[in-house]
């Protein structure tokens, strides 16, 4: 007989509120780099501006839809955890991803901060498993909490010893 799949609890922490601004910036800036290549077909190419208004305004509708529903889903969902044995994630806005990474097989945490993060006082935090799935990554921290939280992980890896392997 075999026993019932474990229930996945959604972990306690959100992310900083901050983070649905930068993802917001992030996507107008992606709709910005969609459309210049479009203006400039159509204004090196007339014979294509036709073509490249109304593909333009596709790049707007579906920017302007984006900017507004994703940030605001991805906040909604994102959330992270640290309990004393493991690394609880989850993550997405379309198709959510939960991920569980045991303390004893943490290899690396790193904290990265790009110019948008910084403009917003926000960090991310990638923990590095011995893992074939990958590292799990929390985008979206209040920078200060970033770097209690890496050098909350850091300690709790030192106290085990080993290789994580």
Request: hydrophobic fraction near 45%.
């Amino acid at each position: 007989m075999t026993s019932p799949a474990p229930h996945l609890r959604t972990p306690a922490h959100q992310v900083s509120p901050r983070a649905r601004f930068w993802w917001a910036v992030r996507s107008g800036l992606g709709t910005l780099v969609l459309l210049v290549p479009q203006a400039a077909v159509a204004w090196f190419l007339p014979e294509l501006a036709r073509l490249m208004v109304l593909t333009g305004v596709a790049t707007v509708v579906l920017g302007v839809a984006h900017l507004l529903v994703v940030p605001r889903l991805r906040y909604a969902r994102h959330r992270w955890e640290v309990t004393g044995d493991a690394v609880h994630t989850l993550s997405g806005w379309l198709r959510l991803e939960w991920r569980i990474a045991p303390i004893s097989r943490v290899q690396t945490v790193d904290t990265d901060r790009g110019p948008l993060q910084r403009a917003f006082g926000l960090s991310s935090v990638t923990v590095t498993t011995a893992s074939s799935s990958g590292a799990l990554t929390i985008d979206g921290l209040d920078a200060d909490a970033a770097v209690t939280l890496a050098e909350r992980l850091t300690r709790a890896t030192e106290h085990l010893g080993g290789d994580a392997t």
